[in-house]
């Protein structure tokens, strides 16, 4: 048991990602379903004609879901940019420049 929790930890940390882009995907979700909902309703008043003050602050409402949306998006791919500059960096660790294994076989002939 103990082994499946080193595993998940080695794992994330070895992928580079961040724990809490599950946190930040469900809430941008959460975020989508609001912006739709505030966006969607169709709350008349007494007189039939929607309530200018009540669209505003539903405009207001939903463009800082927008901005927060944007924000956790923002975050999200900077991370991802980490990721890929690691995944690079360790990618060109690990496999040399041809020059060194040619230069290398080439001392041990001679």
């Known amino acids: 048991m103990s082994s499946d929790k080193v595993n998940g930890t080695d794992t994330a940390q070895a992928n580079g990602s961040d724990p809490k882009s599950p946190q930040i995907t469900a809430s941008i979700e959460a975020d989508i379903a609001e912006l739709s909902e505030l966006l969607s309703k169709d709350t008349l008043d007494d007189a039939g004609e929607a309530s200018v003050a009540e669209l505003l602050a539903r405009l207001e409402s939903a463009d800082g879901v927008a901005k927060g949306v944007e924000s ?38 001679t």
């Open 72 to 109: 956790k998006l923002d975050s999200l791919l900077g991370n991802l940019d980490t990721l890929l500059a690691s995944l690079e960096k360790d990618g060109a660790s690990d496999h040399p420049s041809s020059e060194a294994p040619a230069s290398q076989s080439t001392d041990k002939e």
